[in-house]
T-cell receptor, first 112, second 110 residues
Framework: DVKVTQSSRYLVKRTGEKVFLECVQDMDHENMFWYRQDPGLGLRLIYFSYDVKMKEKGDIPEGYSVSREKKERFSLILESASTNQTSMYLC???????????FGQGTRLTVV | GEDVEQSLFLSVREGDSSVINCTYTDSSSTYLYWYKQEPGAGLQLLTYIFSNMDMKQDQRLTVLLNKKDKHLSLRIADTQTGDSAIYFCAETWAGNMLTFGGGTRLMVKP
């Protein structure tokens, strides 16, 4: 079974802190994604990566950056956390041409 | 990305059938998907349908696809309280991307 693991289930950070959300997948998928999920807004794509060191902006990249130094790991970085970044963050991976995407369990981030 | 739309909420009684509807815009989608999200968890692939099919049945789940109207539905027969969750439809576009609907929260009353 594909496993996508996010480093934390719950995080509480202070405004202005630098925050790292880590995601690791074990199925050698080329593509990895970061989404944010907010009530009534569904899943919105922040960034995705189709290969090591490659990244593309999604629909809402402002305030975020990403890093993909190894194929299995995709990190989401909040350079200076703000309260409007309080949300559920979901990581996913996908094989190019494969069936669907596999999701991590989510990280609920609260910025106070 | 493309637009995928779903109604926000559905309430049914235990034992009834549930029908969750979705409209999408990308006519070139190869696969369309239904994901389930239980409280506090990530999304889990529930079922999918290939774009050249009209219907797919998998135990209590029936997926119907109307390509002409770009309409996808998920029917859950004999709905149970364990089916209470948020259901997302999704389509592929640009070969590699997935676009999700806003999710339909299904509440099953005993």
């Amino acid at each position: 079974d594909v496993k996508v693991t996010q480093s934390s289930r719950y995080l509480v950070k202070r405004t202005g802190e630098k925050v790292f959300l880590e995601c690791v997948q074990d199925m050698d998928h080329e593509n990895m994604f970061w989404y944010r999920q907010d009530p009534g807004l569904g899943l919105r794509l922040i960034y995705f990566s189709y290969d090591v060191k490659m990244k593309e902006k999604g629909d809402i990249p402002e305030g975020y950056s990403v890093s993909r130094e190894k194929k299995e790991r995709f990190s989401l970085i909040l350079e200076s956390a703000s309260t409007n970044q309080t949300s559920m963050y979901l990581c996913a991976s996908r094989l190019t041409g494969g069936l669907g995407a596999f999701f991590g369990q989510g990280t609920r981030l609260t910025v106070v | 990305g493309e637009d995928v739309e779903q109604s926000l909420f559905l309430s049914v009684r235990e034992g009834d059938s549930s029908v969750i509807n979705c409209t999408y815009t990308d006519s070139s989608s190869t696969y369309l998907y239904w994901y389930k999200q239980e409280p506090g968890a990530g999304l889990q692939l529930l079922t999918y349908i290939f774009s050249n099919m009209d219907m797919k049945q998998d135990q209590r789940l029936t997926v119907l696809l109307n390509k002409k109207d770009k309409h996808l539905s998920l029917r859950i027969a004999d709905t149970q309280t364990g089916d209470s969750a948020i259901y997302f439809c999704a389509e592929t576009w640009a070969g590699n991307m997935l676009t999700f609907g806003g999710g339909t929260r299904l509440m099953v009353k005993p």
